[in-house]
């Protein structure tokens, strides 16, 4: 089953969430601070997570994205 990676970002007081990505469920839920880290360093270094979280299923269906 797969989960979507969900992160709170935040650079300052400004805080934000962004999906990551899609994973397996297993693997979101282990090394999902992983995943995250990866992809501050990509793409959003100067921020800081504040919380993650391993939502079941297509999280852009779910919210009519």
């Not at 979101?28 to 992983?34: D, I, K, R, S, T």
């Amino acid at each position: 089953m797969l989960a979507t990676l969900i992160a709170l970002l935040c650079i300052g007081s400004d805080c934000q969430e962004h999906i990551l990505g899609q994973y397996q469920s297993m693997d979101c839920q282990v090394h999902g601070q992983a995943y995250a880290a990866d992809w501050i360093g990509k793409n959003e270094p100067a921020a800081k997570l504040e919380r993650y979280k391993c939502v079941p299923g297509d999280y852009h269906r779910a919210i009519g994205l």
